[in-house]
């Protein structure tokens, strides 16, 4: 469980969070939704501690940030990267091995080396597994890095915007990796989603900021409606029920 | 692994072709008496291996925990804030008291003082720059300019026969590398590079960049501190035994990813002193064989490393 307690944010003069408390308990897919500005990025990066906490505390199950073991902490929550540097010529084997680090500190054993190419065959890599990073597309790079943090075999998965760039081939099979994990090995899975009818197609539950606060917060039926994006979006976009999910008419 | 045995013959090939260069450079051309000659050499070939390690792997480390292969400590002024603190030390307490100082003590002493110096200075300059090669790039090239000035600024107000015990030092000699301080120096040496070693895993992950640093347990500020400490006890021992060279770590660092394209620092960190050895030391054998000494070898380095700086740097402009 990931538990955010008053968490405040401030960069220079702006606000960026203010006294945000949240729950996330284990299981599922959860999804950060809110217009440009409100704040979803910061809180991923807080929970990733990609920034230091100004105020407030996080904590992972018994774990606080800023004062646990890295190294630990990296065995219990990965954070799916956008991109590494292009100068380090990593094939995508390299790139998925990176995954076990924490695990084995440097120091690959035949079990760990095993992990690594179940997942690239899992994760349908197992063609590209020598070519080098540069050399792939957009989607094929994303499934990489989703190989990479499912061999870290951690309880919890961040994702910022992952499906940036990504065809519509691309963002849906993503999302439904980020479910399978979900469903079969029980992680849980934390996504910025920036397109609310990805959120309401593969999230169980959605988490809707506005100004830094949390104003909207539950399953994806419940969350999603007109008044919500009236509300929070300031535009009147009709949403219709299909097959039981919200979908928003762009 | 379908490259490692590429990299373990091209490793082997490498170290070949160390050996036969130390040995060129020991063996041919003895005139008189050979143990003077074996002595002499040997010394300077101790130094020269020891500098050109030192900056070898010193680059390594700065240019994967600044993300690109485009920097090296030189580049970004490490050699000038060694010869900067030199000068410093001369102006507060007077060339004659500077000369009477045992040389060891100075040099490590003023290792120490770079290390200090190099965090506080280039800690920001890199926690600021980040993730922007341009900016840091600049900022690199005043930061080196900004050096020299103060430094040749500190020259001019002292007394001239006082500039001259620091004049020697400022200036790049492969040729006359301060044998006497080799012990010190190895010693030193042998610290930063038991670190960096130790640190092997660790800059592989960190090499990927900060976030896919921070999700893999490795927190990049600490590893950054850490190998700034390591470079500038490096920078140090490199400028004192041939003076402050611009880039020829950029040159073997460059050459060592074209000949083992790998991101294992594992293997880079010993190939890249081995490369060093090779530049320097069969460079060194050819102008002093071959040319008879007619063109300083640091001349023909920096010319060649210039030139793959301006290679790189048009590169990375054009992605």
Request: aromatic content about 6%.
């Amino acid at each position: 469980m990931i538990e955010i307690q008053s968490v405040s944010h401030r960069i220079g003069q702006a606000q960026i969070l203010t006294d945000v408390s949240l729950r996330l308990e284990r299981g599922g897919v959860i999804a950060l939704a809110g217009p440009n500005g409100a704040g979803k990025s910061t809180l991923l990066s807080l929970i990733a501690r990609l920034q230091p906490l100004q105020q407030g505390q996080i904590r992972v199950d018994d774990m606080q940030l800023g004062q646990c073991d890295d190294r630990a902490l990296a065995r219990k929550l990965a954070i799916l990267p956008q991109q590494v540097n292009a100068s380090s010529r990593l094939t995508v084997r390299d790139l998925v091995g990176f995954g076990r680090y924490p695990h084995h500190r440097g120091r690959p054993t035949a079990g760990d080396r095993a992990r690594v190419e179940a997942a690239l065959a899992q994760f349908d890599l197992g063609p590209l597994a020598d070519r080098q990073l540069e050399t792939l597309s957009g989607g094929q790079r994303q499934r990489a890095f989703v190989a990479m943090s499912y061999v870290q075999d951690t309880d919890f998965l961040l994702l910022d915007e992952p499906l940036n760039n990504l065809d519509l081939a691309a963002a849906r099979s993503l999302m439904a990796q980020l479910r399978q994990l979900a469903d079969d090995q029980g992680r849980t899975v934390v996504i910025v989603l920036h397109d609310i009818n990805y959120a309401t197609a593969y999230a169980d539950r959605i988490v809707v900021l506005k100004g830094g606060r949390v104003v909207a917060d539950g399953a994806p039926a419940e969350t999603v409606t007109a008044a919500m994006l009236e509300q929070v979006f300031g535009t009147a976009a009709p949403v219709h029920s299909v097959g039981g999910r919200p979908v928003v008419l762009v | 692994m379908a490259g490692g045995r590429m990299l373990r013959n091209r490793m082997l090939l490498l170290a070949l072709a160390l050996l036969a260069c130390c040995l060129a450079y020991l063996f041919t051309g003895v005139k008189g008496s050979w143990e003077f000659a074996l002595m002499f050499r040997g010394q300077k070939l101790a130094a020269l291996l020891l500098a050109g390690t030192a900056q070898a792997v010193a680059a390594v480390l700065f240019q994967t925990i600044t993300g690109n292969r485009l920097l090296t400590p030189s580049i970004m002024g490490f050699d000038a804030l060694y010869i900067l603190l030199l000068s410093g030390m001369v102006f507060a307490m007077g060339a004659q008291q500077f000369l009477l100082l045992d040389r060891q003590w100075v040099m490590a002493g003023s290792a120490v003082l770079m290390c200090g110096a190099a965090l506080a200075l280039f800690g920001a300059v890199l926690r600021a720059g980040r993730g922007d090669l341009m900016r840091m790039v600049l900022t690199g090239v005043v930061l080196a300019v900004m050096l020299r000035s103060i430094t040749s600024f500190l020259q001019r107000v002292i007394d001239p026969n006082e500039y001259a015990v620091v004049q020697a030092a400022s200036y790049a000699r492969f040729s006359r590398a301060e044998t006497d301080l080799v012990a010190i120096a190895a010693l030193l040496c042998l610290v930063a590079l038991l670190a960096a070693w130790r640190m092997r895993f660790r800059l592989d992950v960190l090499a990927l960049g900060p976030v896919a640093a921070v999700s893999l347990g490795e927190d990049p500020q600490r590893g950054q501190w850490q190998a700034l400490l390591v470079i500038s006890l490096l920078v140090s021992v490199s400028t004192a035994l041939v003076g402050p060279v611009a880039f020829f770590g950029l040159l073997v660092t460059a050459l060592t990813y074209l000949v083992l394209p790998t991101h294992r620092h594992a293997v880079l960190l010993p190939a890249c002193a081995m490369m060093a050895g090779v530049v320097l030391t069969g460079g060194q054998w050819v102008m002093e064989r071959v040319m008879h000494l007619s063109t300083p070898l640091s001349v023909v380095v920096e010319f060649l490393g210039g030139l793959v700086f301006l290679a790189l740097l048009l590169k990375g402009l054009k992605q």
